[in-house]
């Protein structure tokens, strides 16, 4: 076994010990808005409930470790004291990854994830559609847990309003477990699916994904995909060149064969196979090519 002094190695080492081993962790998919009325999404898997009684949730966003920068989600928060926090669900964990791209200030992750927003009730941060439950909040303390890099901004939340999809709901109107098919974090790129174990997804911090507004309206538009096919092909930096495409087509005796057939359907089956191999340039390359 070895032993630690957490003052003794580089913070990001640190942060891989502490969020490898304390895990599965829930996902807070969390809503704000400026004071200028722009929206931000963003996902923190620093994240509980700690209180039935006033109703209190409380997630934690980092200071990030290579530049001691704050989030849009904390800036928000301060400046509000409002927010919305969405359960993440299976069906939409590839968007709710895609929404942690670090875009420039006013991008709009709804927009960039493909997630829809929905008006809330009592404050001003929208809801996500896709979430099964979500919790309206207001802000009632931010305690400051440091000032380095790494070191996280715990925003206690109490809730004001809760929706929760009623298809998720058993015959006796509980949540019922296997239906709501919560995720949840791990270290690395692990997740958990919390009945059926553990996957990957790519994180998408390092490159700037064109996001699901840029993807092309025959895709976004195919019963083919879900949601979770729209976000891995959202994060990818570039589309493949023609030549790249080209090539590959010349190569591949079944893509040519579902080009020649000129089946539609059959080249967007095709494209998700390898989406559910997670070949997503291979993806975009079927889905891009032409006879």
């Not at 009684?53 to 928000?76: E, Y």
Request: glycine share 8%; proline share 5%; hydrophobic share 40%.
């Amino acid at each position: 076994m070895i032993t630690i002094d957490p003052k003794s190695i580089e913070t990001a080492k640190l942060q891989g010990y502490l969020q490898g081993s304390v895990g599965p962790r829930p996902i807070a998919f969390a809503s704000t808005m400026d004071t200028e009325g722009n929206p931000n999404v963003s996902p923190f898997s620093f994240f509980n409930v700690f209180s039935a009684n006033p109703p209190i949730l409380i997630f934690s966003p980092a200071r990030r470790v290579r530049d001691n920068s704050i989030k849009h989600t904390l800036i928000n928060a301060e400046a509000t004291g409002e927010v919305v926090i969405n359960v993440v669900n299976y069906d939409m964990v590839q968007q709710t990854s895609l929404a942690s791209t670090e875009y420039a200030e006013g991008v709009d992750e709804f927009l960039k994830s493909g997630l829809t927003p929905i008006p809330s009730e009592v404050v001003k941060p929208f809801r996500v559609k896709e979430s099964p439950v979500q919790f309206e909040c207001k802000v009632t303390q931010i305690i400051a847990l440091g000032t380095e890099g790494g070191a996280g901004n715990l925003i206690l939340c109490e809730v004001v309003r809760i929706h929760i999809d009623e298809s998720i709901l058993d015959q006796n109107g509980a949540i019922d477990q296997h239906k709501i098919d919560l995720v949840s974090r791990l270290g690395g790129n692990w997740y958990s699916r919390s009945n059926q174990g553990l996957f990957e997804v790519p994180k998408p911090l390092t490159t700037l994904g064109i996001g699901v507004d840029a993807i092309p309206d025959f895709v976004k538009q195919s019963a083919v995909f879900n949601g979770n096919d729209l976000g891995m092909l959202g994060n990818v930096e570039s589309l493949p060149t023609l030549e790249e495409i080209t090539i590959f087509v010349k190569e591949n005796f079944e893509v040519k064969g579902v080009l020649s057939a000129d089946d539609e359907i059959k080249k967007y089956q095709l494209a998700k196979e390898y989406l559910n191999k997670n070949e997503v340039l291979t993806a975009w390359k079927v889905l891009l090519a032409k006879k």
